[in-house]
C-alpha cells in the first residue's frame, strides 16, 4: 500500500516519498534575479529536511520592465543558468526532485496579439535552461496570479482574439507553450502544471471545466497536475484541514494515470498520510508547515512510525 514515505517516480524523476513542497515566495529574492545566498539556502535546507519534490518560487520567464524595481528570481538570460545549476546540484544532494515554476507578469495577458504570441518563446527558452541548469522539470502555472493565470481565467481574460473568447482560447497558450517544449526538448524535462480547479465566483472556472482543461494538457505533454483553488474572491470558503482534496479527487478520477498534488492545510502527519493511503492523490504539498520547520518531513516520519501504522512500511 502506498503511504507518505513511499518512493514515487514521475516521468523518469524518482522521489524519496510524496511530499511536495509549495511554489511560495521565499522572501528573498533580490532586484538582480540571481540566486543569492539566502535563497540558495532556503531551498537546499528543506531538500537536505527531507522534502521529496521542490517547486520554485515564479520564476521571470521575461526581463523586467526598466522601470521596474521588484524583487523577483530570473532565467530570462544565460547568465542566470551557473547558480541554478549550483541550486539544482545542491537540491539534488538532498535527495529532492527539482522543478522551476515558470511563469511572467499578468499584465502580458493584456497585450497586443504579436506580442502575447512571441511569450511561447520565452518559455521555452527558460525550459531549455531549466534543462541546461541540470533541474528535473518546469512547472507551468494557472494560479497565483500570473500571465497563465490571466488567461485562463474567464473572470481576467476579456481577450475578443484567439487567446479568449472561449475556453479553448483562453487555454491556447498554455497548449502552444507545453506542446513547444515537447517539440524543442522532447522527453528530457518533466511538465507539471498547476491547475485552478475551482474560482468559487460566478462565471468562474468550476470543477467541471478543470476536468477538461486536465485532460488537454495532459493530452499535450504535461506529466503531472498540482490542484488548487482561487480564493481571491468574496465568498465564504471553509478551509478546513485537507479542503482542497476532494477538488484534486475529482481530477484524478478522470486522469487515473497522471499524478495528481493536492494541497490544503495538510500539515498533519496522519492526515497527509490518509491521502496518499486512500488513494485520493498521489502526492501532498505544504506551505506554511514546510515554511516553519524545514524538517517536517523528518518529524512526520518519526510521528506515523511511533503510532499504530504499519513500521517496516515507514
Known amino acids: 500500500m502506498a503511504h507518505l514515505f513511499s518512493p ?3 516521468a523518469g524523476v524518482r522521489l524519496p516519498n510524496r511530499i511536495v513542497m509549495s511554489p511560495s515566495p521565499s522572501g528573498f529574492a533580490m532586484l538582480d534575479g540571481f540566486v ?5 539556502k532556503h531551498y537546499v535546507e528543506r531538500s537536505h529536511g527531507g522534502v521529496g519534490l521542490i517547486i520554485t518560487e515564479p520564476i521571470r520567464v521575461i526581463p523586467p520592465h526598466a522601470s521596474m524595481s521588484r524583487a523577483h528570481v530570473g532565467i530570462y538570460a544565460d547568465a542566470f543558468i551557473p547558480r541554478l545549476r549550483q541550486l539544482a546540484e545542491a537540491v539534488h544532494g538532498g535527495g529532492a526532485g527539482f522543478l522551476l515554476a515558470l511563469d511572467a507578469p499578468a499584465d502580458l495577458a493584456f497585450a497586443p496579439l504579436p506580442m502575447l504570441a512571441n511569450m511561447v518563446d520565452y518559455f521555452l527558452q527558460a525550459s531549455w535552461r531549466a534543462l541546461a541548469a541540470g533541474c528535473d ?3 507551468l502555472s494557472s494560479a497565483d496570479g500570473g500571465l497563465l493565470h490571466a488567461l485562463v481565467s474567464p473572470l481576467v481574460n476579456t481577450r475578443q482574439d ?6 479553448a482560447g483562453r487555454l491556447r497558450l498554455v497548449l502552444e507553450i507545453v506542446e513547444g517544449i515537447r517539440s524543442f526538448l522532447g522527453h528530457r524535462l518533466l511538465i507539471g502544471f498547476r491547475l485552478v480547479a475551482e474560482e468559487f465566483q460566478k462565471h468562474g472556472i468550476e470543477l467541471q471545466d478543470a476536468r477538461l482543461t486536465a485532460n488537454r494538457v495532459a493530452a499535450a505533454g504535461v506529466n503531472v497536475l498540482d490542484v488548487t483553488a482561487d480564493v481571491r474572491g468574496t465568498a465564504p470558503i471553509a478551509r478546513f484541514p485537507g479542503w482542497r482534496v476532494p477538488l484534486a479527487n475529482g481530477i484524478k478520477r478522470v486522469l487515473p494515470d497522471v499524478p495528481v498534488i493536492a494541497s490544503g492545510r495538510l500539515g498533519d502527519p496522519h492526515l497527509a498520510d490518509s491521502v496518499i493511503r486512500d488513494g485520493s492523490v498521489d502526492l501532498v504539498m505544504l506551505g506554511r508547515a514546510l515554511r516553519d520547520n524545514p524538517y517536517w518531513p523528518h518529524l512526520a516520519r518519526i510521528i506515523l512510525m511511533s503510532s499504530t501504522y504499519d513500521h517496516h512500511l515507514l
Do not use: Q, R, S
Not at 484567439?162 to 475556453?167: I, R
Open 8 to 10: 514515487f517516480t514521475i
Open 36 to 40: 543569492n545566498d539566502a535563497l540558495y
Open 137 to 139: 522539470g518546469v512547472m
Open 162 to 167: 484567439e487567446y479568449g473568447l472561449n475556453p
